[in-house]
């Protein structure tokens, strides 16, 4: 045993000022799936070390190609369903169990398990930058295990392409109810034909506009999520999240919304946290959870090249940061955020899909010269906050934000930040905001004056009401030329409450920030 763990510690010593985040898997507890809900996904016996490998690359052939869910075959459903069922049959003591595949994300992503070597110090890859690199390695593991049950070493999960017209409805084998892809924890009303709501709030009229108006607003929103707002590393891949950090609770673009919108729009209204996908801890055990975050893979693979890799972390406490999961030889493998960063080595591709939200930069609502003078009688009117304030978001809120800072190089982006959120409750929350606004009937993402969301799914850690403050940062660089406010000595800065729980929510203030 003493051999064990010392095998188990010396490799993850972070000593001295390397701040790599990894995973004490003796260390596991019960945590919060939601505020109101203590859940126990330990694996069975994790106070016993286990010796572990480091990850090697995989033979560079055969190539897995990852295929659009909407497009899949007869033949391959049919094998996937083989795959899947006999995951769903191995006992619960095999880590290759659909169960224990499913458990994972609720141990990684509520808190169960503490950061190494630091006693107490709870570790979550949500609304951080471990997001992409950690879910990335659990759908490759998840991949490569389900090929191995049937003996196909080319088995490739296919991606629920949410962000192309055709892919917008759940893919129909998912909600076949004869197969093992069907999951009965799901909003049934949002079955094909409905057109998934990736800016979805379960408050909404639902469903918001028809599918053809559900498609552009779409579009619309996938340009703001991936283009416009995510022109600078953070503000796409999340806060800045190391060993020991207690700070860092800022998602990137695509984690706030269409994930989490999405998590929100397939889990069933039925239960009180929109179960299973509505919620971390359950989320994976839903099967379209792997289609959905194959989507989220990928996307991170089409930011970067969109980018010409230009915005790619190098910090080294990010490369080395690991996590630990069981391979198909029932292996537990030690793989690094480093060994993840190009998928050619990991052995598959995605299937070229077109990126028609490329061309759908929105326009403004009402003409900018229009829209100011509409602004400047507003706000001789009625009074408007400052930017310094504490208020409860109860109700739509327009404040005067000054912009005497200016950029100081051209290649700044500057930000919007909303911070010193604090959430109370159980439910999700969900607020938009917007910039300059001045026809409240227009309030919708294929306007230009929609500027991001704030999407939050509750629960997580040891304390399931903690009150930790939070930041939502949006770039709004393009936004402002668009609207010809680049110029403007302050802007107005909108928020709307898109779900009645925004009455829990509390916020400090909002400022301008600009990120180099």
């Given at each position: 045993?003493?051999e064990?763990?010392?095998?188990?510690?010396?490799?993850?010593?972070?000593?001295?000022?390397?701040?790599?985040?990894?995973?004490?898997?003796?260390?596991?507890?019960?945590?919060?799936?939601?505020?109101?809900?203590?859940?126990?996904?330990?694996?069975?016996?994790?106070q016993?070390?286990?010796?572990?490998?480091?990850?090697?690359?995989?033979?560079?052939?055969?190539?897995?190609?990852?295929?659009?869910?909407?497009?899949?075959?007869?033949?391959?459903i049919?094998?996937?369903?083989?795959?899947?069922?006999?995951?769903?049959?191995?006992?619960?003591?095999?880590?290759?169990?659909?169960?224990?595949?499913?458990?994972?994300?609720?141990?990684?992503?509520?808190?169960?398990?503490?950061?190494?070597?630091?006693?107490?110090?709870?570790?979550?890859?949500?609304?951080?930058?471990?997001?992409?690199?950690?879910?990335?390695?659990?759908?490759?593991?998840?991949e490569?295990?389900?090929?191995?049950?049937?003996?196909?070493?080319?088995?490739?999960?296919?991606?629920?392409?949410?962000?192309?017209?055709?892919?917008?409805?759940?893919?129909?084998?998912?909600?076949?109810?004869?197969?093992?892809?069907?999951?009965?924890?799901?909003?049934?009303?949002?079955?094909?034909?409905?057109?998934?709501?990736?800016?979805?709030?379960?408050?909404?009229?639902?469903?918001?506009?028809?599918?053809?108006?559900?498609?552009?607003?779409?579009?619309?929103?996938?340009?703001?999520?991936?283009?416009?707002?995510?022109?600078?590393?953070?503000?796409?891949?999340?806060?800045?999240?190391?060993?020991?950090?207690?700070?860092?609770?800022?998602?990137?673009?695509?984690?706030?919304?269409?994930?989490?919108?999405?998590?929100?729009?397939?889990?069933?209204?039925?239960?009180?946290?929109?179960?299973?996908?509505?919620k971390?801890?359950?989320?994976?055990?839903?099967?379209?959870?792997?289609?959905?975050?194959?989507?989220?893979?990928?996307?991170?693979?089409?930011?970067?090249?969109?980018?010409?890799?230009?915005?790619?972390?190098?910090?080294?406490?990010?490369?080395?940061?690991?996590?630990?999961?069981?391979?198909?030889?029932?292996?537990?493998?030690?793989?690094?955020?480093?060994?993840?960063?190009?998928?050619?080595?990991?052995?598959?591709?995605?299937?070229?899909?077109?990126?028609?939200?490329?061309?759908?930069?929105?326009?403004?609502?009402?003409p900018?010269?229009?829209?100011?003078?509409?602004?400047?009688?507003?706000?001789?009117?009625?009074?408007?906050?400052?930017?310094?304030?504490?208020?409860v978001?109860?109700?739509?809120?327009?404040?005067?934000?000054?912009?005497?800072?200016?950029?100081?190089?051209?290649?700044?982006?500057?930000?919007?930040?909303?911070?010193?959120?604090?959430?109370?409750?159980?439910?999700?929350?969900?607020?938009d905001?917007?910039?300059?606004?001045?026809?409240?009937?227009?309030?919708?993402?294929?306007?230009?004056?929609?500027?991001?969301?704030?999407?939050y799914?509750?629960?997580?850690?040891?304390?399931?009401?903690?009150?930790?403050?939070?930041?939502?940062?949006?770039?709004i660089?393009?936004?402002?030329?668009?609207?010809?406010?680049?110029?403007?000595?302050?802007?107005?800065?909108?928020?709307?409450?898109?779900?009645?729980?925004?009455?829990?929510?509390?916020?400090?203030?909002?400022?301008?920030?600009?990120?180099?």
């Amino acid at each position: 045993m003493l051999e064990k763990l010392q095998q188990w510690r010396k490799p993850f010593n972070n000593g001295g000022k390397n701040l790599a985040i990894g995973p004490n898997l003796t260390a596991c507890h019960s945590s919060y799936g939601r505020p109101d809900l203590l859940v126990y996904c330990c694996p069975p016996g994790f106070q016993t070390p286990v010796p572990f490998t480091d990850f090697k690359f995989p033979d560079p052939s055969p190539v897995r190609v990852r295929r659009p869910a909407h497009l899949l075959n007869e033949s391959f459903i049919a094998k996937y369903n083989k795959a899947l069922s006999i995951m769903k049959s191995l006992p619960y003591d095999d880590p290759r169990s659909f169960l224990r595949q499913a458990n994972l994300h609720c141990q990684f992503c509520t808190g169960a398990y503490e950061m190494l070597n630091r006693s107490g110090s709870e570790l979550n890859i949500h609304r951080t930058w471990m997001f992409f690199p950690w879910h990335r390695m659990m759908i490759y593991f998840h991949e490569r295990i389900l090929g191995s049950l049937i003996g196909d070493d080319t088995f490739a999960l296919p991606f629920w392409a949410w962000d192309i017209p055709d892919g917008m409805t759940i893919p129909d084998f998912y909600v076949d109810e004869s197969s093992p892809f069907f999951h009965s924890q799901r909003d049934f009303s949002h079955f094909p034909p409905r057109v998934a709501d990736l800016d979805y709030s379960p408050d909404d009229n639902d469903p918001r506009f028809d599918g053809k108006e559900q498609t552009e607003t779409n579009l619309a929103f996938m340009y703001n999520r991936m283009v416009s707002g995510a022109k600078k590393t953070e503000l796409f891949m999340g806060c800045t999240y190391k060993a020991g950090d207690k700070n860092c609770d800022s998602p990137g673009t695509i984690e706030s919304a269409p994930h989490n919108t999405l998590h929100t729009w397939i889990g069933s209204g039925l239960n009180p946290g929109r179960e299973d996908m509505g919620k971390f801890y359950s989320a994976a055990k839903d099967p379209v959870f792997y289609a959905h975050h194959s989507n989220i893979d990928r996307l991170w693979e089409v930011w970067r090249d969109i980018n010409d890799r230009k915005l790619d972390i190098d910090d080294s406490d990010w490369l080395n940061s690991f996590f630990l999961f069981y391979d198909e030889n029932l292996n537990l493998v030690k793989i690094k955020v480093k060994d993840v960063l190009d998928i050619t080595k990991l052995g598959y591709s995605y299937e070229e899909v077109a990126r028609p939200w490329l061309s759908h930069r929105p326009p403004p609502s009402v003409p900018p010269e229009q829209a100011r003078r509409i602004i400047k009688l507003k706000q001789n009117e009625s009074p408007v906050f400052s930017s310094d304030f504490r208020r409860v978001l109860d109700g739509k809120l327009t404040v005067t934000v000054n912009r005497s800072v200016k950029r100081e190089k051209v290649d700044e982006e500057e930000t919007v930040v909303v911070y010193g959120i604090v959430v109370r409750g159980n439910e999700y929350v969900k607020f938009d905001v917007y910039v300059n606004l001045s026809d409240d009937t227009k309030m919708n993402p294929k306007f230009r004056e929609f500027a991001g969301t704030f999407a939050y799914i509750p629960g997580g850690g040891l304390g399931g009401h903690d009150l930790k403050k939070m930041k939502l940062k949006l770039g709004i660089s393009e936004l402002l030329k668009d609207l010809k406010a680049d110029e403007d000595e302050s802007i107005w800065v909108t928020l709307v409450p898109r779900t009645t729980s925004c009455s829990n929510v509390s916020i400090e203030g909002i400022k301008i920030e600009y990120i180099k």
